[in-house]
């Protein structure tokens, strides 16, 4: 973890550095990302949410430790370098059990912190902002930092108990987008007000000190704000430095503080160099690499139905959206309108709720005869460029191999490439 924390300093010192979180659990989106990381000789960060991993599985069916031993084997398969790769707990909280009292919540977010720790996750984000079903609308500031102080206690005799001591770097702070994109149309955002951002840092301050916490705050590295980024289904809001001006600035109050930034997906280039900048130097990024990734394996299906016979296809379009058809629990709640109108959303939204389904078997199943049937033949190159143009180009420089998987993976680093930019420079 001295690498993250001498990367905050180097940031603060003035120097242009930042670090982008990979927020997915897909093999080829983490494969990209080591591999990408591997090019660029940086640190790696790869995070799980409360959603996706926990004590009993998650929506992903891994624990904190299989979601390690999950990641380190791409790791070794790959060659990347352990001591380059941070995992870390994204919204780690009360958040999978909102239903249920406090008191139980809570108990189950202790299990959920000690999990992660004990597995080695060293990048902890504590997020108690939601309401429990016995708790006022909306939980104060007050009650979320002391409950954040809590679980910080819970994480920091869990380090010492496996591993002698803590070394756990802490981002806290509770104002982000909805995870995964707005449910609904949105025009414009406020960036977070600077004396609310003063107060979420004082709250906390005061909840780990009542605890005996100081050594533990020396290590809060990050505080999560809405710098005035988000998508929808079909939009993005950019960033505007001019708007976050004064949040910016707030950093400056501080010895060792970054903001973090969730879903900074699809914004731009630009944008994201500007973000790290600015003090967003922890760039989150989910939904926007399972976008470039649904966009590829999209587009070998269409040049699978122009290479193989139709009665051989894998048919993985028809595939996936009859799984979303079928379980409709991940977008039910977030495409609304007309059935053509959902089924424009399933396949093509930015919110990307698809990602949900590729772990499901007939999927995969449909994803692998994809793969087998274009191994089977040469992809043209006229055909490549019909549907991977800068692909294409790289293949045509010898920096690329012209096989399927590897057009899927470069497409995903297409996106990483411009974080990479950013956050390096």
Avoid at 277 to 287: C, N, Q
Avoid at 324 to 337: E, H, I, L, S, V
Wanted: with cysteine; glycine share 6%; aromatic share 10%.
């Amino acid at each position: 973890m001295d690498k993250l924390f001498d990367l905050v300093s180097r940031h603060r010192r003035g120097e242009p550095a930042g670090i982008y979180s990979v927020c997915s659990a897909h093999p080829l989106v983490i494969e990209a990302a080591m591999r990408q990381s591997l090019s660029d000789q940086t640190l790696l960060l790869i995070e799980a949410t409360s959603n996706q991993v926990d004590q009993f599985g998650g929506y992903t069916g891994m624990t904190p430790p299989q979601f390690r031993d999950y990641v380190l084997s791409f790791a070794q398969r790959v060659g990347f370098p352990r001591d380059r790769l941070i995992l870390g707990g994204d919204h780690l909280g009360p958040n999978r059990w909102q239903t249920l009292d406090s008191a139980t919540a809570m108990a189950h977010a202790e299990t959920l912190i000690e999990s992660y720790v004990a597995a080695g996750f060293s990048k902890i984000h504590l997020d108690c902002s939601m309401a429990c079903a016995d708790d006022a609308t909306p939980v104060s500031d007050e009650v979320s930092s002391i409950r954040a102080a809590r679980l910080a206690d819970v994480a920091e005799c869990t380090a010492r108990q496996h591993f002698g001591m803590s070394t756990i770097a802490y981002v806290i702070g509770t104002e982000v987008p909805v995870p995964g994109g707005a449910h609904e149309t949105i025009e414009a955002l406020t960036p977070t007000a600077p004396s609310a951002a003063r107060t979420t840092m004082t709250r906390h301050m005061e909840a780990f000190q009542a605890r005996g916490l100081d050594d533990a705050w020396h290590r809060v590295i990050g505080l999560v704000v809405q710098p005035g980024v988000e998508f929808d289904h079909f939009q993005v809001i950019d960033y505007r430095p001019r708007d976050a001006r004064a949040l910016s600035n707030v950093v400056n109050d501080y010895d060792r503080l970054v903001f973090e930034a969730h879903s900074t997906d699809y914004q731009t280039p630009q944008a994201l160099s500007k973000l790290v900048s600015d003090h967003f130097a922890i760039l989150k990024v989910g939904p926007g690499l399972t976008f470039a990734l649904r966009e590829a394996l999209f587009a070998l299906t269409w040049m699978e139905e122009a290479l193989i016979e139709p009665s051989k296809g894998s048919r993985l379009r028809q595939v996936v959206d009859q799984a979303m058809r079928d379980k409709p629990d991940f977008w039910k709640a977030y495409y609304p309108g007309t059935g053509s109108e959902q089924a424009f959303a399933r396949a093509y939204s930015f919110s990307d709720r698809i990602r949900y389904y590729w772990p499901d078997p007939q999927v995969q199943a449909a994803e692998k005869a994809l793969f087998a049937n274009l191994a089977e033949t040469v992809l043209p190159l006229p055909l490549i460029s019909q549907f991977f143009p800068g692909q294409f180009q790289r293949i045509r420089a010898g920096e690329l191999e012209p096989d399927a998987k590897s057009l899927v993976l470069d497409r995903i680093r297409d996106v990483l490439r411009d974080y990479a930019q950013a956050c390096n420079g």
